[in-house]
């Protein structure tokens, strides 16, 4: 099989760590709402680029999707946005640690739903890979002390977890539904359309209700450039992954971003891996190599 969805994802989850980083540095001028608008406001312009630049390479002419692809993406869309909220709506209820945890669930449920809705395939081997990887990632988040806080944040960050797995879905499923060969067109026309929609609604959001934040997104558009370029870059090599393989299998193997998190942490910032996080990464790791063998 096919294994270059693996460098594509290796590739993004490196990406999205880049990315993570920059939305942080601006959340402290923008906000949590406003830095996210940014990987989205500045990260279209990109998309488009790397649409035009694949209809060059490839000799070819946009597709002419269905309207099943519009429901795809734009639920993917829309659901993604709405992972964000509640995923900032947790962080305001309990620690950052214990949010990632949640969040980390999302490939239990990516693996549910892609069975359910777009009939991929779950293994034996895919299973216990994604159940392994998960709770690594699990147990490098709960750090000594991180205590679940009650059901309300549990709840909100199940939903987070949930949210960006149906967003996840809907984003392979617009692949798919434009019934292309090859990868480099679907993924990079579904990314396209998703950031321009998510681009137009948060910017009439925030028109609405925040200004101030919009306009002060603007002022800082040279680090939010920067921010827009490299989730954009990190978006089209997820999407060219889910071109190739299961939402499932991309979404479980991009758990590793937590390992590169943790080589920053490491490496940057001095900070010593305690033995649970050992553990965690280790099983990380075996779930990882247990996911490519799988589909190998």
């Known amino acids: 099989m096919n294994l270059l969805w693996v460098v594509f994802t290796v590739v993004a989850a490196a990406g999205q760590t880049a990315r993570n980083a920059m939305q942080r540095e601006l ?18 312009p990109f998309a488009l680029a790397f649409l035009a630049a ?26 993604q946005i709405g992972g964000t909220a509640l995923m900032l709506m947790t962080m305001t209820e309990r620690s950052f640690v214990v949010t990632v945890a949640y969040l980390k669930t999302e490939p239990l449920f990516v693996a549910g739903l892609g069975l359910l809705f777009l009939h991929d395939p779950l293994t034996p081997g895919m299973v216990a890979a994604i159940v392994i990887a998960t709770s690594g990632v699990i147990l490098i988040s709960l750090r000594g002390g991180a205590k679940s806080g009650g059901v309300r944040p549990a709840l ?88 190739l393989a299961t939402a499932a299998s991309v979404r479980t193997l991009g758990l590793i971003d937590v390992l590169f998190a943790q080589m920053v942490s490491h490496i940057v910032f001095r900070q010593r891996t305690t033995l649970r996080e050992a553990a965690g990464i280790v099983l990380l790791v075996a779930g990882a190599v247990l996911l490519v063998y799988s589909h190998g």
């Open 27 to 44: 959340t402290e001028s923008l906000g949590a709402v406003g830095a996210t608008h940014v990987r989205f406001l500045f990260g279209f």
């Open 54 to 79: 694949v209809t060059v390479f490839t000799h070819g002419t946009l597709p002419h999707p269905e309207p099943k692809f519009w429901l795809w993406v734009v639920s993917g869309a829309l659901t």
């Open 156 to 243: 909100f960050g199940l939903a987070a977890g949930a949210s960006f797995a149906i967003s996840a879905i809907g984003y392979r499923g617009g692949i798919l539904a434009l019934h292309l060969p090859g990868y480099l067109m679907p993924a990079t026309f579904t990314l396209a359309v998703g950031l321009v929609v998510q681009a137009v609604v948060l910017t009439v959001y925030l028109a609405a209700t925040d200004s101030a934040v919009l306009r002060a997104i603007f002022r800082l558009w040279r680090p939010s450039l920067l921010a827009g370029f490299t989730g954009a870059a990190a978006s089209q090599f997820w999407f060219l992954a889910f071109a």
